[in-house]
């Protein structure tokens, strides 16, 4: 009978391409255990018939099979898993599958929008406001998509009733009068109107002073992001000593009304300041 041919631990590691200390895990909780220990060198011997093994072991985890799911298999004299089990790891495959889809399809979104907002205190930029009047509107809302609701569907048609016309450049922006943050927005909606009409329970009409210098920058993307903007355009306006004079006006430039895209939303923020 020939000799049964044998490895050396480090040899079984290099044809297995696995570790050592993996091998020496596996033989730890019972899962490959070397079928020779030479009693006076302590060295570990390994078989032909534990290649297999082995091979089996790495493919099963490659399946997403923990340790002691392999185990319990080969205690119960089993090479695969039962298709119940293959059913499970299916489905938690699938689970997997989206929640990185969802994860990727974020990553993208962050990138695209990082990409625009790249060094974007360099892009502030300063600019007048003119005296006008203005349209208003305040109430509370639960978020600006409530608001998107009221421009076309409610403020609009009751500016259309009284007469208003918008002159051209077409201004309108918003104002929040939150003291501290909470569920309900306290905002007043501002649209710039060729004159004054008769205030209606809707519609209030305010004439605005200029405002002589207003530190801008573009918002792109969720509103609810925009507080990260925010904080920068105030970090800058201290950083250059200018004294902020008056509540910030958020001009909703393109939003779900013509963009497909969160991240094609354009806001520009505009800070009423003083110079020196």
Not at 32 to 38: G, H, Q, R, S, T
Not at 174 to 197: L, M
Request: hydrophobic residues 35%; negative net charge; aromatic residues 12%.
């Amino acid at each position: 009978m020939k000799n049964k041919m044998k490895f050396k631990i480090g040899e079984f590691s290099k044809l297995c391409q696995v570790t050592v200390k993996t091998l020496r895990h596996y033989e730890e909780i019972g899962l490959l255990i070397p079928f020779e220990v030479d009693e006076w060198t302590g060295y570990r011997y390994y078989d032909i018939s534990q290649l297999r093994r082995m091979n089996r072991i790495v493919y099963l985890k490659r399946l997403g099979l923990s340790l002691e799911e392999i185990a319990e298999l080969f205690e119960d004299g089993e090479e695969y898993p039962d298709t119940t089990l293959l059913r499970n790891k299916i489905e938690r495959c699938k689970a997997e599958i989206e929640h990185l889809e969802w994860r990727q399809a974020e990553l993208i979104k962050l990138e695209n929008m990082l990409h625009k907002q790249e060094n974007v205190m360099e892009k502030v930029f300063k600019k007048s406001l003119s005296a006008r009047v203005f349209a208003t509107h305040r109430r509370k809302i639960d978020s600006y998509q409530e608001l998107f609701n009221l421009c076309p569907n409610i403020i609009g048609p009751e500016m259309h009733r009284l007469g208003c016309e918008c002159p051209a450049p077409e201004y309108g922006f918003t104002v929040e009068y939150n003291k501290e943050y909470g569920v309900d927005i306290d905002i007043e909606y501002f649209e710039a109107v060729a004159e004054r009409k008769e205030d209606s329970e809707l519609i209030k009409f305010k004439e605005l002073p200029e405002v002589p210098v207003a530190l801008c920058v573009n918002h792109y993307g969720a509103y609810e992001k925009m507080p990260e903007t925010f904080a920068e355009l105030f970090a800058y306006a201290e950083a250059n000593g200018y004294e902020v004079i008056d509540r910030p006006r958020f001009c909703q430039i393109d939003g779900i009304w013509n963009k497909d895209r969160v991240d094609e939303w354009l806001t520009e923020i505009q800070l009423p300041i003083k110079e020196g």
